[in-house]
């Protein structure tokens, strides 16, 4: 929700137009490439941690935390000078002078890359250990405190100060965390368990590196589209991201190591009615918001949105890419507590190969939808591809010949 927060503060200062569809676009390149480094590890971590089998060998934090600071860093490294190459091609709707904005605001943010990776090997120790309001907390925390700064930033330094914003943040969100976190022990490179975290990892960023470009697919064909459509886009979209990361931790990451559990006594019945209720959970909670969008119109989404700068056209534009991409409201959470479902049991293999499969077929339907409708086609595409992910995650996990497995 911080994080939405945050990009509302920056279109009701700056209004939706060039600067902000620039740094909207360099926000999501970076995105783009933690979900390749950092992201992957929280999935494999904390099932494993939660499943410790007595008389295993001490786990190695300190390994986790030094190698994913270095990978973080090494990805920062490598991006940073391409930027200037890969910006142009990803935005090709922004202007030059634009482009190069994007660039440098997408170099300010790597920063925060570097910080990004060892706050996932944080929060998966703690969320292990079932401290998940910590987790959040320190989260939310960090996230305001960086929202309540930003209106003087932006007063002083414009744009600039959102992209210094979004690279601040984890460096808040691990000073938070560290008290509490116990001894971290040694690096050791040939602990036991570092090739299984490797390797279940390793299918988690190869489905990444597939399906992961959907936010940069969008980029490309918002920016296309009036100045000012991209950052529309990206606020509709930040407006139910945050309720499925809201709706994610309160329902799936709670649900992984209780699974966990489940799975490495082989109880499928309890497995199966853990993920099940927290579907129905998700659905409840998400429908009725829908509804109320739908029906109440834009009127109610100006009382939000309809500040400093956003016009009343953009509220109108904003309400119908809302509508549009009902889907991510519902089946967003969806996906997350289905793919947690998975990860819970250890299987990280399935999960990516269904979502490579269908981001394959997806997309073609989805430049075409674009092609034909503009940003709302594209939007409505994007809600049923998430309702079609979690359809074909729930027909896979209910198969009778499936079995869960103990995690390696």
Known sequence: MAAFLGHWLVLTTLGAG?????????????QFVSSLVNAPLIHVLVPLLADRRPGSAPWPLASFLAGSTAASAL???????LAPVCVPVLVP????????LAVRLLQVQLLGLVLTGPVVVITAAHQARGRFVHTETASLISGLAVVA?????????????????????PLLQALLLLPGLGPVGRVDWRHPEIPVVLGRAGHLVSGALVHGTDPLVDRALASLAAPGAL?????????????THVLGRFLAAPMVPVLAVAAGAGRRDLFLRGYRLRLLAAAAL????????????????GLLVGH???????VSTLHGLLVALGGLLVFGPMAQITSSAFYARGDTRTPNRLGIATYLVYVPLKLLAFWRWGLPGLAAATGAYYAASVAIRCWVLERPAGRVERPA
């Open 18 to 30: 060039l600067a902000t569809d620039a740094c909207f676009a360099a926000a999501t390149a970076v």
């Open 75 to 81: 990805a920062a490294a490598l991006v940073a000078p």
């Open 93 to 100: 709707g922004l202007p030059a002078d634009m482009a190069v």
């Open 149 to 169: 700064a930003l209106p003087w930033g932006l007063a002083c330094w414009g744009i600039w100060a959102a992209a210094w914003a979004a690279a601040l943040r």
């Open 231 to 243: 950052s529309l886009y990206h606020l509709a979209q930040q407006l139910y991201m945050a309720s």
């Open 286 to 301: 998400t429908l009725p918001v829908l509804a109320a969008l739908v029906l109440a119109g834009s009127p109610p989404l």
């Open 308 to 314: 400093g700068e956003v016009t009343p056209a953009n």
